[in-house]
């Protein structure tokens, strides 16, 4: 158990539809990571936050948003949905360790399959 | 663009024995960091082990190494006394030091163990 938790496992919805997605990271951890898996793409990054402030951008589509709130769990926003968007979708968190050398392992969430009929 | 590749879609080991991933990487940053991810079956992204590049000793984690050439941008992952729970797709990533420790992922090498 990584200490990383997602909402909802599974979701299974319609084209054109908007979900939401929710990441709590590890206890004390300031960053969280979005990725999608998808067959054909792979493991792509989509966005960054850390501590409440968008970091990073990656592949993430416009149609996709994500925000991370005060208490520090986040929620990708997926919207017009399209079966294309059908993926795993995980969140990570890091903490940073301090220090000119230090490094971010990122530990990642259980994902949730979405799937987009 | 940094990239990474896993040049064997597929592997298979006999249990008990040894077994080596392969990963090589392009960036030209020289603070970076590499890692290598474990999904089994159940889709969880596992860390198995991770390397900082300034550091010129190869890391170890158990039955897990790496190999780690610099200079030649290869970062390969060695599983001695191979386990049936070893069985999983690998990933290689990389990210680069600094504020924003993106991954970037390999397509994965499929490990498979034989009893």
């Known amino acids: 158990d990584s200490g990383v938790t997602q909402t909802p496992k599974h979701l299974i919805t319609a084209t054109g539809q908007r979900v939401t997605l929710r990441c709590s990271p590890r206890s004390g951890d300031l960053s969280v990571y979005w990725y999608q898996q998808s067959l054909d793409q792979g493991l792509q990054f989509l966005i960054q936050?850390?501590?409440?402030?968008?970091?990073a951008k990656g592949n993430i589509l416009e149609r996709f948003s994500a925000q991370q709130f005060p208490d520090l769990h986040s929620e990708l926003n997926l919207s017009s949905l399209e079966l294309g968007d059908s993926a795993l979708y995980f969140c990570?968190?890091?903490?940073?360790?301090?220090?000119?050398?230090?490094?971010?392992?990122?530990?990642f969430g259980p994902g949730t399959r979405l799937t987009v009929l | 663009a940094q990239t990474v590749t896993q040049s064997q879609p597929e592997m298979s080991v006999q249990e008990a024995e040894t077994v080596t991933l392969s990963c090589t990487y392009d960036?030209?940053?020289?603070?970076?960091?590499l890692f290598w991810y474990k999904q089994p079956p159940s889709r969880q992204m596992i860390l198995v082990i991770r390397?900082?590049?300034?550091?010129?000793q190869n890391a170890t984690e158990n039955r897990f190494s790496v190999n780690f050439q610099k200079a030649a941008k290869s970062f390969s992952l060695k599983i001695s006394d191979s386990q049936l729970g070893d069985a999983a797709m690998y990933f290689c990533a990389y990210s680069v030091g600094g504020s924003n420790y993106k991954l970037t992922f390999g397509k994965g090498t499929l490990l498979t163990v034989n009893p």
């Open positions: 960036t030209s940053e020289s603070d970076y960091y």
């Open positions: 936050y850390y501590n409440g402030e968008e970091r």
């Open positions: 990570a968190s890091s903490v940073r360790r301090g220090g000119p050398t230090s490094t971010d392992t990122q530990y």
């Open positions: 390397q900082e590049a300034y550091k010129q």
